[in-house]
């Protein structure tokens, strides 16, 4: 009972998540049989494409949305190399991301730095799960 509780609080943290089945619910399946989107803070959208914590952001958002990427769990110790994998796709969802310099990004000045961009691209962004195939190539699997 407390389990669905903190995951329901997390869903209710993270955004609404859009899901569409289409048949089995069958994991393997899955980039075959379901579409799923969910809508992201734009600060942990940037986590991954930094491939770093961009502060005021907590780093459990960062870690949530690479997670809900591949549609797997992520350990702290795997979130650099996991956005580095996960940066590709992201970036080929959200081509508007492309233009963004994170060559002044310094942990003073971010907060100031994800307000401007904030303003430019908007608080969250739409992301879809990257689909299994890709993924399990991304890794060699």
């Not at 069958?26 to 992201?40: G, L, M």
């Not at 961009?54 to 996991?82: A, K, N, T």
Request: with cysteine; aromatic share 8%; charged share 25%.
């Amino acid at each position: 009972m407390a389990k669905q509780k903190r995951n329901r609080q997390n869903e209710l943290n993270h955004g609404d998540i859009l899901c569409v089945f289409t048949g089995s619910m069958d994991k393997k399946c899955r980039s075959k049989k379901r579409s799923c989107q969910k809508e992201f803070h734009l600060g942990d959208i940037l986590c991954v494409i930094a491939g770093r914590l961009i502060r005021p952001r907590p780093v459990y958002g960062w870690q949530y949305l690479l997670e809900f990427l591949i549609d797997g769990p992520v350990w702290s110790h795997q979130l650099c190399e996991m956005s580095n994998i996960c940066r590709p796709f992201l970036l080929e969802q959200l081509p508007q991301l492309k233009t963004i310099d994170i060559s002044g990004l310094e942990s003073r000045n971010s907060k100031i730095w994800l307000e401007k961009q904030i303003s430019k691209f908007g608080v969250k962004l739409i992301v879809s799960q990257i689909p299994t195939k890709k993924i399990d190539k991304a890794l060699g699997i």
